[in-house]
């Protein structure tokens, strides 16, 4: 919904063809349409709303029809590019970088967790809409800014929600973004809570399947070893786990919690993926998991979050540190 408060450009559409009273009203008709297709449009209504205004009133002086029709099908594609000017143009939604700080040497993939900051407005909109606004954003910014994160390997993933998930095309569109805008698929990945994959088993094995095949990756959230959710890690796609930060928080003075902690680190190391831990907040934690082999983590302890447009002017856009300095960081204090 609060898309549609952006398209203010209407009123100006009658100040372009006067004569034409009725034009203008059918032209105003399409808008909510538009906006709701691909949500990124709503940053660009003034561009298309005055050709077709001007197209109009062609008729009265010149009545070939085939003039009239033409133009109109231009328009459509001009709606496109507004993706790479939606980050900076909404005003109810914000986003945020997480970096993955490495516990241990070794690697050289960039890794961040988009987090979105919503206005109460844009809270109160359908969870599957906003997920592909977050998408196009996305990806939009990486396609106006390519030089920032194509130096090395780099890799953002993205919260879904039970309605994404529940949307069979949701990959299709993806791949339509990534395809539309250059963007190789591993560069873009999505995150699912464990949680989610007990609940809506067949929709999120079904998505983790698309994902296989489009080459994005995927991060299993909240990891706890669930036996329900074991199996899932046998896909390709699956690239990383995030420990569940209860077990994390708890492992040094609970044995059952850190006997948890192990273990699915050295699952991870068999299975040849990744493995992290989330709300890190002191540094002998970081330190303990670095120890027993655990590659990433975030937390206060770590690293905070940013906004995306910080990336461009940040001396380490990466939010990453040497293994080695932070080492001495840690032994400094």
Not at 39 to 44: G, Q, V
């Amino acid at each position: 919904e609060f898309i549609l408060e952006e398209p203010t450009a209407a009123p100006d559409a009658p100040s372009t063809a006067p004569a034409a009273t009725a034009a203008p009203a059918p032209a105003a008709a399409p808008a909510p349409a538009a906006t709701l297709a691909p949500p990124a449009r709503s940053t660009a209504p003034a561009p298309t709303a005055r050709p077709v205004t001007s197209e109009a009133a062609a008729p009265r002086a010149a009545p070939a029809a085939a003039a009239v029709s033409a133009p109109r099908r231009e328009a459509a594609p001009s709606a496109e590019p507004a993706a790479d000017a939606a980050p900076q143009d909404d005003p109810h939604l914000a986003l945020e970088v997480l970096p993955y700080v490495k516990l241990r040497s070794g690697g050289q993939t960039r890794r961040f967790q988009i987090q979105a900051r919503l206005s109460p407005r844009a809270a109160q909109c359908d969870p599957a809409v906003l997920d592909l606004l977050i998408v196009q954003r996305v990806v939009g910014w990486l396609a106006a800014h390519r030089t920032v994160w194509n130096s090395q390997p780099t890799s953002f993933t993205i919260n879904l929600s039970i309605a994404t998930l529940e949307d069979e095309r949701f990959a299709q569109k993806v791949s339509a973004e990534l395809n539309a805008h250059g963007i190789a698929a591993e560069t873009l990945g999505f995150e699912i809570a464990e949680a989610l994959a007990t609940q809506r088993r067949a929709q999120v094995e079904r998505f983790i399947a698309q994902c296989d095949k489009l080459g994005t990756p995927v991060v299993i959230d909240d990891f706890s070893f669930d036996s329900q959710v074991l199996p899932l890690l046998r896909s390709k796609a699956v690239r990383l786990v995030k420990i569940d930060p209860r077990l994390t928080a708890s492992a040094l003075k609970d044995k059952f919690c850190q006997a948890l902690v192990v273990a699915t680190v050295q699952a991870a190391k068999v299975l040849g993926i990744h493995c992290a831990a989330k709300r890190v907040d002191n540094q002998a934690a970081a330190q303990w998991l670095g120890a027993i082999g655990c590659d990433l983590a975030q937390g206060a302890a770590l690293s905070g979050t940013k906004s995306l447009e910080a990336l461009l002017t940040s001396p380490d856009a990466t939010g990453l540190t040497t293994h080695a300095n932070r080492q001495k960081l840690f032994n400094d204090q």
